[in-house]
């Protein structure tokens, strides 16, 4: 049995503040195994789980109330709805679990087939501040039944709470986390004449020997401490009472209950972390879980799974914990703000939590194709994999966009960083392996999410295209990625590189291109001021014999492109590139320049795209349909055809 889905109307940020009878305000399905939900702060990933918890309730018998709070409330309207309800649906019922729930049972056909399913239900009704009582119900109709207390208690869940102190739910003490999970433990379960009450009972007779006076034989020991004590107590208690009185030192009532809360779960090697303790806990709440003789529920809901956890331990342990859920038949519902775990993750097991709604990334949602999960389960890292809790992303096809794009969004006053836009390097130009991960199969359900795909229209420059083939090139290229919110932007002639050259910081483009020969030859001494100098000097020279001799403006382009591309100094020549054009606005200010210069624009529009207040609604135009009428109808951009035949 696992929960297959869950049903929100009105329930927190979950919410229309319209009345229940009508499509849900958030449906979303699981998988077995893990489920990793991700997602901005703020998103709604732990407003699933305590819905979930609320129906369901957990196995440390926390207290779990719905307030006035869980009610949705809208930014519009001084007060809350008057009515919620939470849906939970469990499936995948074997025989022995299927008898526990008969009377609120359903049957379904699914490939043909019958198939059992469980769904429970919780309606509340808010009157004032106050919620009414309500309760849990079952059944195929839309009434259904109160669930009984018995079965109720087979679909109890284990939660770990964010920021949990691991330590103290380890240590000894009444009702103590610990002696929860023995207790119900199939090793614990004969609480009469389990071994360790003989153990407790031994340990009793030594201690109250010890106060008697008496070894191991049952020998009185002369002036012995214990004794003393008792004595003098005795002494005390015969002044008291007037008469004679006696006591006695041992231990507490001696039930296996008492004996479990007494115990402790340590790390041997002493002194460990946060950390460490964090996963012995999650150790300790997997016991039950993955125990044979575990009857209900194996349903566990964990919040903040890194919490405390370095890099490297939260990869290992969400490879065991996938390999252990399967093994064991366990199902997680984790959230997670850790880009490591949504890296390591399999895609189709991620929900993302974005906008009032959760994206199952399983593939009856998205547009990834079967190959496209296996591409991504081998190359989606962690650098990529935080794309998962961006506002928006920009995916480019190599390090020199990687460095150039974020200086270029800062100059021009769009600081990604916070606009909380991802710039993802896929090192390669496979964008629909990224990209589809935003596009959904439901139109309705359109993620809101503005991805921009920046690449190069890379024609060969020796083919003696027109202009129309050029913009054609464009528009094939565009219309293989765009889609949904989704748009592609694209160099005007061949690559970042060339075109920039066209441009206005063409000179800028050179220099970087002459330091960046210098700082790959030289990782000890870097460029120093005589080298900078002779950069100087042979950026000047150059440019000086190119206006001698009257050389056409492609022609130089094609040169610096040639020495960057063969001489393989692309990443070094765009940290330098940028490095240049940030001191220049520093100096004097270059933004109105490179808002100008047409070949800055497509890096410019994409910027623009993914900071803009996201209000798309419907698919997007072609851009790359809209550049060619802005190219048709404004006298100032290039001509470039020019550009080609030029270079021929």
């Known amino acids: 049995m696992y929960l297959e889905r869950l049903k929100l109307w009105n329930f927190r940020k979950y919410g229309s503040g319209n009345s229940l009878n009508r499509q849900p305000d958030l449906d979303v399905q699981f998988q077995k195994g893990v489920n990793l939900l991700v997602g901005e702060n703020d998103s709604g990933k732990t407003a699933i789980l305590d819905a979930i918890k609320l129906i369901t309730l957990t196995r440390s018998n926390e207290y779990f109330r719905l307030q006035a709070e869980d009610f949705f409330h809208s930014t519009t309207n001084l007060y809350p709805t008057a009515n919620l309800k939470i849906e939970c649906w469990f499936a995948g019922l074997k025989d022995d679990e299927a008898k526990n729930f008969l009377e609120w049972l359903s049957i379904r056909k699914v490939d043909g087939n019958d198939e059992f399913y469980l769904r429970l239900t919780l309606d509340a009704t808010l009157k004032g501040a106050v919620v009414l009582p309500y309760e849990v119900r079952a059944g195929a109709d839309e009434e259904g039944s109160t669930l009984a207390a018995i079965a109720r208690d087979l679909i109890r869940v284990t939660y770990l709470k964010p920021l949990r102190d691991a330590e103290t739910e380890l240590s000894p003490r009444r009702n103590s986390r610990l002696s929860q999970i023995l207790g119900n433990h199939d090793a614990f379960k004969d609480k009469v004449t389990h071994p360790l009450m003989a ?15 008496l070894d191991a034989q ?11 004590i008792n004595d003098t107590i005795n002494r005390l208690l015969c002044d008291f009472f007037g008469n004679d009185r006696e006591s006695g030192f041992g231990i507490s009532t001696q039930t296996l209950k008492n004996i479990l809360e007494k115990l402790e779960l340590i790390l041997e090697q002493g002194n460990s972390g946060l950390g460490s303790h964090n996963l012995l806990f999650i150790a300790a709440e997997l016991l039950l879980l993955t125990g044979k003789d575990f009857t209900g529920l194996k349903l ?30 366990v199902q997680l519902l984790i959230t997670s703000h850790s880009p490591n775990l949504a890296s390591k993750i399999a895609t189709a097991n991620v929900i993302l939590c974005k906008d009032g709604w959760a994206y199952s990334m399983a593939p009856e949602h998205t547009e990834l194709r079967v190959g496209d999960y296996a591409f991504l389960q081998r190359f989606l890292d962690a650098t990529k994999a935080n794309l998962f809790f961006a506002q928006g992303v920009i995916l480019v096809e190599g390090d020199a966009e990687n460095i150039l794009i974020p200086v270029v969004a800062r100059i021009i006053g769009r600081d990604l960083t916070k606009y909380g836009v991802s710039v993802v390097n896929i090192g390669n130009t496979a964008f629909n392996r990224y990209s589809r991960i935003f596009k959904r199969k439901d139109a309705n359900k359109f ?38 919110h989704v748009k592609t932007f694209i160099s005007l002639v061949k690559t970042m590189e060339y075109d920039l050259a066209l441009g206005t910081f063409q000179k800028d483009l050179y220099l970087a291109s002459l330091a960046a020969a210098k700082l790959k030859n030289s990782d000890e001494y870097g460029v120093t001021i005589d080298k900078y100098r002779q950069i100087l000097a042979t950026t000047t020279q150059q440019f000086t014999d190119w206006t001698v001799h009257g050389t056409a403006n492609e022609v130089k382009a094609r040169h610096i492109w040639k020495y960057i591309a063969d001489n393989n100094l692309k990443a ?6 940028a490095s240049q054009l940030e001191h220049r606005e520093k100096r004097g200010g270059i933004k109105a320049q490179l808002l100008a210069d047409p070949y800055f624009r497509y890096i410019v529009e994409a910027i623009e795209y993914v900071t803009a207040p996201f209000t798309l609604i419907a698919p997007p135009k072609n851009p790359a349909t809209q550049q060619l009428n802005q190219l048709q109808a404004n006298p100032t951009q290039p001509n470039l055809t020019e550009h080609v035949q030029a270079n021929n």
């Open 572 to 577: 070094i020549t765009a940290q330098y590139f």
């Open 199 to 213: 153990v407790a009972t031994e340990a009793d007779t030594a201690i109250k020997n010890y106060f008697k006076g």
């Open 447 to 484: 993620l809101k999410i503005p991805v921009a795909c920046i690449t190069d229209n890379d024609i060969n420059l020796d083919a003696g295209l027109t202009q129309q083939q050029i913009e054609q090139n464009r528009k094939n290229i565009a219309a293989r990625y765009d889609g949904q």
């Open 218 to 228: 049952g020998n009185l020991i002369p002036d012995h401490p214990g004794k003393e």
């Open 300 to 329: 566990a809901l964990v919040e903040e799974i890194e919490a405390h956890l370095h890099p490297q331990a939260q990869l290992r342990l969400i490879e065991f914990l996938s390999k252990d859920a399967r093994a064991n038949q």
